[in-house]
């Protein structure tokens, strides 16, 4: 009557391949995602959308420290 439950959640999955994410490597399912993704992020082929600062925000990197 102990039966354990598990759900499959998406964050169960391994981020790179979708497989069943090991406990060890998570939220990888192996060593191998794991060091492909870091190596995604030392390549740069991860980026981060930059959008341009708002005027106001410029206006204030022309000022002078105090």
């Known amino acids: 009557m ?3 439950k598990t759900t499959k959640t998406a964050s ?4 790179v ?9 998570k939220p990888f399912c192996s060593k191998r995602c794991a060091d ?3 190596g ?3 390549n740069e ?3 981060i959308p930059a959008s341009e600062p708002p ?5 204030l990197e022309d000022e002078e420290e105090f």
Do not use: I
């Open 2 to 4: 102990n039966e354990k």
């Open 12 to 15: 169960s999955d391994c981020v």
């Open 17 to 25: 391949c979708g497989k069943p994410a090991d406990e060890k490597y």
């Open 36 to 38: 492909r993704d870091l």
């Open 40 to 42: 995604k992020w030392m």
């Open 45 to 47: 082929s991860y980026a």
């Open 55 to 59: 005027e106001y925000l410029e206006d």
